[in-house]
């Protein structure tokens, strides 16, 4: 009963949200988008649900990838402010079962990549971005635990990528600075510590002092 309940929700959310009143644009803008990055099996689609019964997410979220494609097809802006879009896990299994062979998962990186390009990332999404530019990578290895489990594998503490080459994290934010993606995204860069830097610098300088004082030390005991 819980199951049959749910589906006629879901039913019912999906008619409310296809309403004539609901619609305030339609246009052919997004489907040609798609269609120009070779794309254009998205037109075979005859909405026949293969997608949407087959999808891992669905069955977990709210996602109707057959919901999704129709949206495109018709243009409808609100489709790039759709939350569901992000919601796809990207395991391609819609493209396996489709019986038209429409490149599904694609064609929801597609939607992505437009409502990104239009600033209508979600706000996980952007914080995502603001760690990849601050480390070079979206899940850094910013403790010791993972480190540790590493080494545990044999491997070494670091991976052979960005965190073992710190310039490389300079030309990342290079690149992202050249194409403005950090203005997309809303990045700030992190405000530097004054007082850390100038402990670090005492640290360094006395350090420095101490070296030339232990050489004399040990110069004198050999007299």
């Given amino acids: 009963m ?3 309940f749910s589906r006629t929700r879901n039913c019912e959310t999906y008619m409310e949200n296809i309403k004539r009143s609901r619609i305030n644009h339609v246009s052919s803008e997004i489907s040609d988008e798609i269609v120009a990055d070779d794309l254009e099996l998205i037109r075979s689609c005859f909405q026949c649900g293969t997608c ?3 999808c891992p997410s669905g069955r977990r ?4 990838t057959r919901s999704v494609i129709r949206k495109a097809l018709l243009g409808i802006d609100q489709v790039l402010d759709d939350p569901d879009i992000w919601l796809c896990s990207t395991c391609y299994t819609c493209f396996e079962r489709c019986p038209r ?6 064609i ?3 939607l992505r990549n437009l409502a990104t390009q239009k600033g209508r990332i979600l706000t996980p999404h952007k ?3 603001h760690l990849l530019i601050d480390t070079g990578h979206g899940v850094p290895i910013n403790e010791k635990k993972w480190s540790d489990l590493r080494e545990s594998y044999d491997l070494n503490p670091l991976p052979p990528t960005v965190h073992s080459s710190p310039k490389a994290v300079k030309e990342i934010q290079t690149l992202v600075n050249s194409l403005e993606f950090d203005k997309l995204v809303e990045y700030k860069p992190p405000e530097k510590d004054s007082k850390k830097e100038e402990s670090k610098k005492e640290e360094s300088l006395k350090s420095a002092d101490e070296k030339p004082m232990r050489k ?3 110069i004198m005991v050999k007299k």
Avoid: E, F, H, N
């Fill in 2 to 4: 819980r199951k049959v």
């Fill in 52 to 54: 949407t019964g087959s």
């Fill in 61 to 64: 979220t709210a996602l109707r």
């Fill in 101 to 106: 062979k429409v490149p599904v998962t694609d």
């Fill in 108 to 110: 929801i990186i597609k």
């Fill in 127 to 129: 914080a995502l971005t």
């Fill in 216 to 218: 004399s030390r040990k």
